[in-house]
């Protein structure tokens, strides 16, 4: 049995989909119904007994400054590529904090922090079974491992959460194949949960960690927010 001992927030994106709304916000910081989205990450992982945080921010990065008073234990992390590459860059600033780790978006709710356990068994996702078909990512499992993953989704899977965990043995691999990625080959325009699945898929092997629908949601797009959010409907 393996613990968590920190997370890793991932909330430098400029959050294309959800525009208007985040020109002037970024996107983990909008509020819904009245709470930012981040915060209710920070609090479930607080409920968990995970204080050192690690927020990665980029865009409109000032407006993060206010968790590092808010919140004891917390550290902002700039991500200086964040404009020109994809979220590979934000986990790559980071690099050397992955081992016993939590990796977690920042532009997500979690409604259920019961979600975010610190005692794991091996590397792997939180994930939600379905029967029914989806867009997101989804994952394939046999014998409690994941042997594939569709980057377009599908049916009868595990549906793929960004929330993660990884040990110190995976978290270091996940570091050297960062910087393999990241400097040798320039590959900067691939999400970081790309390189454990699809960069070097032999050397993991991750597994899951189930959940129910409603124990967190993400918002991908201004018709979502304003789904969830009736105050944001003006903005569609």
């Known amino acids: 049995m393996y613990r968590v001992r920190r997370a890793i927030i991932m909330a430098a994106g400029i959050g294309k989909r ?22 209710t990450v920070i609090r479930g992982l607080h409920e968990n007994g995970i204080t050192e945080i690690y927020v990665v921010a ?12 808010e919140y004891g234990g917390l550290e902002l992390v700039e991500n200086p590529y964040y404009a020109t590459s994809n979220n590979i860059s934000s986990l790559y600033v980071v690099r050397d904090r992955i081992g016993e780790s939590m990796i ?3 532009d997500q709710i979690i409604y259920n922090p019961a979600v975010l356990g610190t005692a794991f068994t091996r590397s792997g996702y939180n994930a939600v079974w379905t029967e029914q078909t989806t867009e997101e990512w989804l994952m ?3 014998q409690g491992i994941v042997t594939h993953c569709s980057r377009n989704g599908g049916s009868h899977g595990w549906q793929l959460f960004s929330v993660s965990r990884w040990t110190a043995e995976d978290g270091n691999k996940l570091k050297r194949h960062l910087e393999i990625e990241f400097e040798e080959k320039a590959n900067r325009q691939i999400y970081w ?6 960069c070097y898929p032999g050397e993991y092997q991750l597994g899951v960690y189930p959940m129910q629908y409603g124990d967190i949601v993400e918002i991908d797009n201004l018709r979502e927010l304003a789904d969830l959010d009736g105050s944001y409907r003006e903005y569609l």
């Open 104 to 106: 977690l978006d920042g």
């Open 193 to 198: 949960d790309d390189v454990a699945m699809f």
């Open 140 to 142: 394939t499992v046999e």
């Open 18 to 39: 959800m525009q208007p709304v985040t020109l002037e916000t970024p996107k983990p910081l909008v509020k819904v119904n009245g709470v930012r989205m981040i915060d």
């Open 58 to 69: 980029g865009h409109l990065i000032d407006q993060f400054r206010d968790l590092e008073r």
